[in-house]
């Protein structure tokens, strides 16, 4: 059950218990009853039975030795309004296509080049060569100049 559905019906099981209770033999009754939903929204009911009344002040004025007295208060509040669903969609994914190109292989060119050697002479400048004689004494000694023959391998096409 929802909580008007139980309100309403906790507040008529008491307003019916109240009301048999009037004829039991007592001095003086008094019975308040207040049910609120938390949203503003009100109910309360009150009951005076008995000889004795509730004055204006100190005792004295209105009601006072008469029978009963039986109140009955609605309250209502409107509720604020809600605000609106915040919807948050995600955004949009596009996936373009590359198109697909299909071309055949370059033509592969075979050259007709080769690796080929040939000897070139060259001049040795003359120098200094560091030696060690028969006696363990460091001395230097003359190389003179001349000619080396080197493999130079170049490619042709």
Not at 10 to 39: E, K, P, Q, R, W
Not at 47 to 66: R, V
Not at 76 to 91: G, S, T
Not at 125 to 138: I, K, N, Q, S
Request: charged share 15%; hydrophobic share 35%.
């Amino acid at each position: 059950m929802n909580n008007t559905v139980k309100t309403t019906f906790f507040g008529v099981v008491a307003v019916t218990g109240l009301l048999l209770a009037g004829s039991a033999n007592a001095d003086s009754v008094s019975i308040g009853l207040g049910i609120s939903d938390g949203y503003g929204s009100s109910f309360s009911f009150g009951l005076n039975s008995g000889g004795h009344g509730h004055g204006g002040g100190y005792g004295h004025g209105y009601g006072y030795g008469h029978g009963g007295d039986v109140r009955l208060g609605f309250g209502y509040a409107a509720r604020p309004p809600c605000p609106p669903p915040v919807v948050y969609a995600p955004r949009q994914v596009v996936y373009v296509q590359q198109p697909v190109v299909y071309a055949p292989p370059p033509p592969v060119v075979v050259q007709s080049s080769y690796w080929q050697e040939r000897e070139e002479r060259t001049w040795i400048e003359g120098y200094w060569v560091e030696t060690v004689d028969a006696y363990g004494r460091r001395c230097k000694m003359w190389q003179p100049g001349r000619w080396e023959v080197r493999r130079i391998r170049e490619w042709v096409q």
